[in-house]
């Protein structure tokens, strides 16, 4: 069964604001209560914004809708599920106070626009169906939502140049990415660190990871497949990890300098 999601997300929606008038809350209110941003609330309430699934049941808790508003989601977006390790990482990302990536191959989602995120995706399974591929992008840029966050976590990319320099999804894709990489680091909690491609003792070549710090837990090493991702326990790997990390930082251009990279790699795309 092929899903619209924007039909699904307007009907949706328009439920949880019926509920939420019903109950005599604000936006902000509900938002609280969730909790999420009450800029997230208005977008699920207008079709805007895609919510997920631990968000409808949430919602649907506060609101005392008796898993009535649940049932509603479900039924919307029964063609498509979230996979469970990614339903993990987000919930990891909403509770972090800092995320550090790196990346030699793409950009990391919680940086990628949507047109990006749909090329990645697609260039690793082009047989993918057109719904799945749809579920995917959706709920790679809707964990971006972390970053407008009431407490956004503090964000370290470090990704290798040649990583900008393969044009992913065509010439135009990429310069969008680009620009959009050079806007979102203006945020002061989000630094964007190039390894120039001229680098002759790299690092971090044996692939991507992510460190994730959480509240009375520490930090996590996250490892992810094309199919598959989660932490991994092993403290001497989170500690080798975390080393790697720093030495990435020796190597990376600092922000200013990935950032003058960028434009003039954005540039030559053009």
Known sequence: MSVDRSSAACKFGAEVRR????????QTQLASMVPLSQST????????TNS????????????????????????Q???????????????????????????????PGLLQTEEYARAT???????????????????RIDRQAVFTSELPPRYVAVIDEGVFRRPTGGRHIMAAQIDHLL?????????????????????????????IKVPEVGDILWL?????GGPVEDPEALSVHMSLFA????????????????????????
Not at 19 to 26: D, E, F, P, T
Not at 41 to 48: F, T
Not at 54 to 73: F, H, S
Not at 247 to 270: C, H, M, Q, T
């Open 19 to 26: 509920k939420r008038v019903q109950a005599g809350l604000s």
């Open 52 to 75: 997920k699934r631990d968000q409808a049941a949430r919602i649907d808790q506060v609101l005392g809708c008796g898993g009535k508003l649940l049932a509603l989601w479900e039924s």
């Open 224 to 228: 992810e497949t094309r199919v598959a």
């Open 183 to 211: 806007a979102i680091s203006d945020n002061e909690r989000i630094d964007i660190l190039v390894v120039p491609l001229d680098t002759r003792s790299h690092p971090g070549m044996d692939g991507a990871f992510r460190l």
């Open 247 to 270: 030495d990435l930082l020796g190597v990376a251009l600092p922000a200013e300098g990935s950032r003058r990279l960028l434009e003039k790699l954005k540039g030559e795309l053009k």
């Open 77 to 107: 977006y029964d063609g498509y599920q979230v996979p469970t390790w990614v339903r993990e990482v987000s919930q990891l990302e909403s509770k972090a106070t800092e995320i550090r990536d790196y990346h030699p191959l793409v950009i």
């Open 41 to 48: 609330v208005s977008g699920i309430e207008l079709g805007r």
């Open 121 to 139: 995706i697609r260039a690793g399974n082009k047989a993918m169906p057109e719904e799945e591929l749809n579920g995917l992008v959706t709920t």
